[in-house]
């Protein structure tokens, strides 16, 4: 078993040949591109650090304060926690469009439930519902094979019509309900609760992807399902669960928001939620083609899109082109993982 | 005959076609060539041999253009050229015909061999002049394929066929095959043999890469042996044996090929009880694997062997029959409840259906066995650490680095990482189908011996394989399919050579004799 290729340049090693004896490096021969191979490590977290340095120290901008920074996280709560959710569904290999919808479903139940009756019991109906649309989803993608992508595109029609349905069209305005309000606006240590609960959602299903087994069965089923299959991973049920658990975070956020602002619509969410979660995801690293990525990534992802935001509004910059550099940091993201796949594969 | 490759002038032409000097690869920081002169004919068979990672491929994508050299120069007929891609070396008549063919299954052969360079009228394919095209070109080199057939519906050994055509009409005058003959069954080995004879009679030079000896001695004009990316040395190869190709390649001898059988004893318990199995593929399958016993499954590609596999291990939907492991469990259901029964299979295509490629070794490792690493759920680093560490080292896979990707690892230690993935289920039955493919000759005999070891600790395993010395060299008792049937089964004495082929064949006449590749 001698690894001939990477073995010393020696020419002859007569001892080596015998048995299994070659180095480490000579087993794992893969070229390890110095640049490349770091940049993708590290990967989003450079690029976040100059552009916070940048804020901070740009001459008048109030960037770098408490007031800002906190007001930063309160306002990307909803956002990031559906974003760590969706990072699980591309990880075991699916896409989940849905979730803007979901949002704006969920959240005009329970903000109608929290003004005619307790708010407590409106915001778990409103995520269970949340959990069961996901999981209807994941049925769909998973039981009758229908391509994620398209399911719930689908679904997101259907859902966002029966949220039109239960407003008329209306604003729901929760002024009355002042204990629904403090699901997201009571403060703790300086910090809302809004920020509190993205905080604890974020680390659990941080933790659950990174150190349990189910986390290690996502990255299975989106790395190599036919593989996972035969290694004996229940790669369906897998996926369903990535999906529900996608539903109730969207659920989640929407409650969330309402809570902030009183008030719920059908129109929130969205497109436009939906494509700002899959850019925070994708800008942050994790692959469209599943099996690779992380919620920390997905965390700094979110939270770079954010910065722009909120530097364009600080330095009093044309908000027009705040699109367009979302729109080419994305692509460069997008081509960052292509290129890197293409060198190290 | 436009489009045909060769004028007869180039017959006469001979002397060198392309000459290398000094030449020099890396990939980061690991050497794949070193130095490496050689000088190839014009209108030979040029073989390039070695171990895996030896750098045999890597010269002939250098030869092809797919890869540029860091260091030194390639002449073509005297002349220095610098391929900067595929597409530059075709314009100067070399083609690469790559082990993963590169033909579009929805079109038709002929739009395959000609895709790019179609005859066209005002900017729309003429299929007429199309199919006129390419009937000449068949015919000028004996092949007989439908031009109007979908590509992808053809067997391995047709497309390539289709690429070797594709090849000719672009005027190649060399063709660099990277191991033509690895997926193909023996009937379509020799078809491609012919092929390459006949390129090189009508003056075509060919350059095959290649991993079986007894190819290259069949084949080559001329062998070149390289070793760890260097030159060992380029032989005609009339001098040679298998054995001294064997010799220059590891640069030691090697002693027998497998190890001792060691058979299991008469009355040791099946394990293993398969009856009447119907499947896709199977037609009434019916036998008993004993522990300790290795039971080969012989065949042609297309036999059922592989489905047999899959049905017994639920990755293929059974329509009726039992499968029995032990005296008790009934395997039912999906592959989790066949691996829950104590059945392990290393599945045919370890990159398709064995790896998570882009996952470290040690998730890759432990994918089947979570269970035995974590408490309530949540995954304990340094338990599975040292479970992938103990695994490995039973495997014989040596060194750290279990965090990088399984792609990282040669194709033998990637086999190796399934064996172990396998045998932390301590399974009773293990199906090994194919288990030796795209691995080089050291690790082969790595595989040999865990596969022996393992069955002399009471397993019983079921190894399916093309490569009939394997199953001649291995196996206890050998079971022969044809047609989705076992059409016989051979114990003791009768294994051989000669019985298996007739068998798999299905002619009661003695197969083909040596000749066929010995």
Redesign the interface.
């Known amino acids: 078993m001698s690894q001939p290729q990477a073995a010393t340049p020696a020419p002859e090693k007569p001892g080596n040949a015998g048995k299994n004896g070659a180095s480490v490096a000579a087993i794992f021969r893969m070229p390890q591109a110095g640049f490349v191979g770091k940049a993708r490590e590290g990967g989003i977290i450079y690029p976040f650090i100059l552009l916070f340095v940048v804020l901070a120290i740009w001459k008048g901008s109030t960037f770098y304060g408490k007031t800002n920074l906190l007001e930063i996280l309160d306002q990307q709560s909803a956002t990031l926690i559906i974003a760590a959710a969706g990072t699980m569904v591309l990880i075991a290999g699916g896409i989940d469009l849905s979730v803007g919808a979901t949002y704006a479903l969920c959240q005009v139940i329970a903000t109608k439930m929290a003004v005619h009756g307790d708010p407590a019991l409106a915001i778990i109906v409103g995520v269970i519902i949340g959990v069961g649309v996901g999981a209807i989803n994941g049925v769909v993608v998973t039981f009758f094979r229908i391509n994620s992508l398209i399911a719930t595109l689908a679904s997101s029609f259907v859902i966002t019509g029966a949220a039109a349905l239960i407003t008329g069209g209306n604003l729901i305005i929760a002024y009355s309900a002042l204990g629904f309000a403090n699901f997201a606006r009571t403060q703790f240590l300086d910090v809302t609760t809004a920020a509190w609960t993205m905080i604890g959602v974020v680390i659990i299903l941080g933790v659950v992807l990174a150190r349990t087994m189910a986390g290690r069965y996502m990255y299975a089923a989106g790395s190599n399902a036919e593989a996972s299959r035969l290694a004996g991973v229940r790669v369906q049920w897998i996926k369903l669960v990535t999906f529900a658990i996608s539903g109730g975070a969207a659920a989640l956020g929407g409650i969330l928001d309402a809570s902030r602002v009183l008030s719920a619509s059908s129109s929130n969410g969205g497109t436009a939620l939906t494509f700002t979660v899959l850019a925070g995801i994708v800008v942050g690293g994790t692959s469209i083609l599943g099996g690779e990525g992380a919620i920390w990534r997905t965390v700094i992802g979110v939270l770079f899109i954010a910065l722009i935001g909120n530097g364009f509004t600080l330095l009093a910059w044309n908000p027009l082109y705040e699109q367009i550099t979302l729109g080419l940091i994305l692509l460069l993201a997008v081509g960052g993982d292509a290129w890197s796949r293409l060198r190290t594969t | 005959m436009a489009g045909l490759t060769v004028p007869e002038t180039d017959n006469t032409l001979q002397g060198a076609h392309v000459e290398l000097r000094d030449i020099s690869k890396h ?6 060539l ?1 130095g490496v002169s050689l000088t190839i004919d014009r209108g030979s068979i040029h073989a390039l041999v ?2 895996n ?3 045999k491929s890597t010269l002939g994508k250098i030869i092809a253009g797919a890869h540029s050299p860091d260091h030194g120069h390639l002449l073509l007929d005297g002349e220095p050229v610098r391929f900067h891609s595929p597409r530059d070396a075709i314009t100067h008549g070399v083609i690469l015909i790559a082990q993963e063919l590169a033909i579009v299954p929805a079109l038709t052969v002929e739009q395959n061999v000609f895709l790019g360079v179609e005859p066209r009228q005002a900017g729309f394919q003429n299929r007429r002049e199309l199919r006129r095209k390419y009937n000449e070109l068949a015919a000028s080199v004996g092949f007989e394929l439908d031009g109007g057939a979908k590509a992808g519906s053809l067997r391995t050994a047709d497309q390539q066929k289709v690429e070797i055509l594709r090849a000719l009409c672009r005027n190649a005058q060399l063709i660099v095959m990277d191991e033509p003959t690895a997926a193909l069954s023996r009937p379509d080995v020799e078809a491609l043999h012919k092929v390459i004879r006949q390129l090189a009679k009508n003056g075509t030079t060919v350059v095959l890469v290649s991993h079986f000896l007894g190819e290259v001695l069949e084949l080559a004009d001329t062998v070149t042996i390289l ?4 030159l060992v040395q380029t032989v005609p190869a009339a001098g040679e044996t298998e054995d001294s190709l064997m010799a220059a390649m ?3 001898s090697v002693d027998a090929t497998f190890p001792a059988k060691r058979f299991a004893a008469a009355d040791a318990p099946v394990v293993l009880s398969v009856r009447d199995l119907v499947a896709p593929g199977v037609n009434g399958v019916s036998f008993d694997l004993r522990a300790g016993e290795i039971l080969g499954l012989a065949g042609l590609i297309g036999a059922g062997r592989t489905e047999v596999a899959r049905a017994i ?1 639920r ?1 293929n939907r059974v329509q009726s029959g039992s499968v029995i492991v032990g005296t008790g469990g009934t395997v039912a259901g ?3 409840a066949a ?2 029964a104590g059945v392990a ?1 290393i ?1 045919e295509s370890r990159k ?8 470290p ?1 040690k ?1 890759n490792v432990t ?2 066995s ?2 035995a690493v ?1 408490t309530a ?3 304990r680093p340094g338990p599975e650490r040292r479970t992938v560490r103990d695994i490995l080292a039973r495997v ?6 279990y965090g ?2 399984a ?4 194709g ?2 990637q086999q190796k990482l399934l064996f172990g ?1 396998s045998l932390l289920r301590d399974p009773r039955v293990l199906i090994a189908d194919e288990p030796t493919r795209g691995v080089d000759v ?2 082969k ?2 595989i040999y011996e865990l596969l022996t070891s393992l069955t002399a600790s009471g397993l019983g395993l079921l190894l399916i394989s093309s490569d009939v010395e394997e199953i001649l060299g291995l196996a206890h008792r050998v079971l022969v399919m044809r047609g989705g049937r076992v059409t016989a089964e051979l114990t003791g004495d009768d294994v051989t050579e000669a019985a298996v082929l007739g068998a798999a064949f299905g002619t009661e006449v003695p197969p083909p004799s040596k000749e066929v590749r010995e």
């Open positions: 990939f980061g920081g690991t050497r794949a070193e070695g171990e990672g030896a750098g070793r760890d990316g260097r590891l640069g030691r291990y990755a999906t592959p989790r691996m829950r299979m599945p398709e259906q064995g790896l998570l490629l882009t996952r070794v998730e994918l089947s979570l269970a974590c759920g949540v995954l014989d896979v040596r060194g750290g680095g990088l990707p792609a990282a690892l040669s033998g230690n993935r050291g690790a005999r790595a």
